[in-house]
């Protein structure tokens, strides 16, 4: 393992804090295809070994441990000092595409930015993040991987006596807006400027032939947050705490604590539990990271432009385009779920029409879309999709106009259905089945549903015999109406 890079930069970015050891560390997981992505030679490490390095209680040769610092606006409130209360960055791995990746234990004891907290993490949440974001990935999204999963024979005290755990993520980096949140709230413009520098080498090295790095580097920042948000809602994804210390500037989703992924259709649907007032519902995602966007430009506006308003110009132009970008990006994608790839004037109202009919009938947003894969090769699908629907006259009005859309494509409707399998998974990691792995797990030390869903999610796109009960939508006594953060 290479020492982090990030470690490096100058002291006051970070914290150097070695993990605190467990008693009883034992494997639940590993991820051995991202290990072979990563170079990592696990080669004659048997599974006690593999536990201690997974633990954090065999520090790799190479490695360089750090807690990074970082701000955050927390539902909107600013608080100055973060961090990384339970998470250590260890050191560096480059992928077989020579891209460097983080790797990172979370859950692996204090830092000096733990505040009040314990620094460690509780079993439910590791196997939460560690199932939901190999899932993302698997659907094509940006995302932080998970490479390990531990035990730690030891409880963590939330609620209740839990058992405590600890989770390997592997991150193209961890710097966060609230990193350069940080840095401007103690006006170190010149640290800012490091850190931007060292942001635009490792993912935005284009930035540094323009004109104006710095507003380039906001600019691409914009460009692939409004890409990875519309990613989110053409799938339902709902991420619950969309503060700016969980927003990553590398584009990927980070931090998957209350995360869920909608059932029936509702764009005013919130599961986080401290979520109270809906700021992070499903609809309001773009514009919670818009509002995250702006606040990293007011970080780099010294950076922009020596004169403070011809900086502050300049930056709300780029911040200005974030929603467009964002609207092109999700109508694309919807597009793709409806199998049109040929863009017409009114193919917004057509999606929006299903949208509205969904919505007013409570139909599942995964299963509808994935069946209408049925119905664009055979109208005899139709019978299905209409049962989703309370009142089916809604699905009858709409489907006509879908077919006549359909027939104008210069694709025939069987490779528009083929096409469409690629854009609606079959499957989704549905709460109430987390939430029944997780019980499993935590209570009976069984991990066999974890196994089994982690298996179903890796190729959520190709239905398979025996696992049609993972697409399922819950019953009325499975719904899940709320998620928790893992803190």
Known sequence: MNPSSYASLPERFFAR????????????????????????????????????????????QGASPIAMAYAGHQFG???????????????????????RRDIQLKGCGRTPYSRSGDGRAALGPVLREYLVSEAMHALGIPSTRALASVTTGETVRREAAVPGAILTRVAASHVRVGTFEYLAARGDVDGIRILADYVIDRHYPSASQAKSPYLALLGLVVSRQASLIARWMNVGFIHGVMNTDNMAVSGETIDYGPCAFMDSFDPATVFSSIDERGRYSFANQPHAAGWNLARFAETLLPLIDADP??????????VSNFSALLDDCWLAGMRGKLGLSMPEQGDRQLIQNLLDAMQRNQADFTQTFRKLCDAARDPGADATLRGYFSNALDYDEWVPRWRARLAREAATPVACAEAMLLANPAYIPRNHRVEQMIVAAVERGDFAPFEALS?????????????????????????????????
């Open 17 to 60: 804090v070695y993990p605190t050891r467990v008693s009883a560390p034992k494997i639940v997981k590993l991820n051995h295809a991202l290990a072979t992505d990563l170079n990592f030679d696990l080669t004659g490490l048997d599974a006690l070994a593999l536990a201690n390095l997974f633990s954090g209680n065999a520090v790799p």
């Open 77 to 99: 409130y600013f608080v100055p000092q973060l961090g990384d209360g339970r998470a250590i960055l260890i050191g560096e791995m480059r992928n077989q595409a020579g891209m």
């Open 455 to 487: 298996q179903v999610l890796s190729e959520p796109y190709l239905e398979r015999a025996g696992f049609a009960d993972y697409a399922t939508p819950p019953q009325p006594s499975e719904r899940v109406l709320q998620t928790f953060c893992g803190t």
């Open 309 to 318: 308003q011809r900086a502050v110009d300049a930056a709300s132009e780029v």
